[in-house]
């Protein structure tokens, strides 16, 4: 198994090198995602960068004894989409939408990877208007080699 920082690396380099999400992002925001790979300890990634993807290696789990070792991955992203849909009486802000297709987007490419994610949770975010966010914690599991 790859160490946590490796996943990481390589999810980067894949997400800032993806044609299908760079013109999705294009089509939907405008320009192509900004891609992360860590960050300065000042609090999130500055909103004008939308789209953003966000990646931190966060633990890794396994030893001698262990039959399968587990790597997880803070990846967070945000969304500026101020796009107002009105349909009869309901009005919905796509923002919430928008960054559902990011993330279907998002893990389209990490599904095709060397290390695809097994497991995520999370949450969405709304920190300011227009502007939306997710943080999720991607786990990938692999078989112990030691």
């Known amino acids: 198994m790859a160490e946590v920082y490796d996943i990481v ?8 090198q993806s044609a ?3 013109a999705f992002c294009a089509e939907r925001f405008g320009s192509a995602p900004h891609v992360l790979l860590g960050y300065r300890n000042t609090g999130r990634p500055d909103e004008r960068l939308a789209p953003w993807i966000l990646l931190l ?3 890794q789990d396994g030893g001698n004894e262990a039959e399968n070792e587990e790597s997880k991955v803070l990846l967070a992203f945000g969304v500026i989409d101020d796009q107002i849909v009105k349909s009869g009486a309901l009005t919905e802000l796509r ?6 297709l ?13 290390w695809p994610p097994g497991t995520w949770g999370g949450e969405y975010v709304q920190p300011a208007d227009n502007y939306f966010e997710a943080h999720r914690i991607y786990i990938v ?3 112990n080699t030691l």
């Open 9 to 16: 690396a390589c999810w980067a380099r894949e997400l800032a």
């Open 20 to 22: 299908n999400l760079a």
């Open 57 to 59: 290696p966060m633990e």
């Open 95 to 100: 923002g919430h939408a928008s960054l559902k």
């Open 102 to 114: 990011f993330e279907s987007a998002i893990r389209a490419v990490l599904s095709a990877s060397d």
């Open 141 to 143: 599991t692999d078989t």
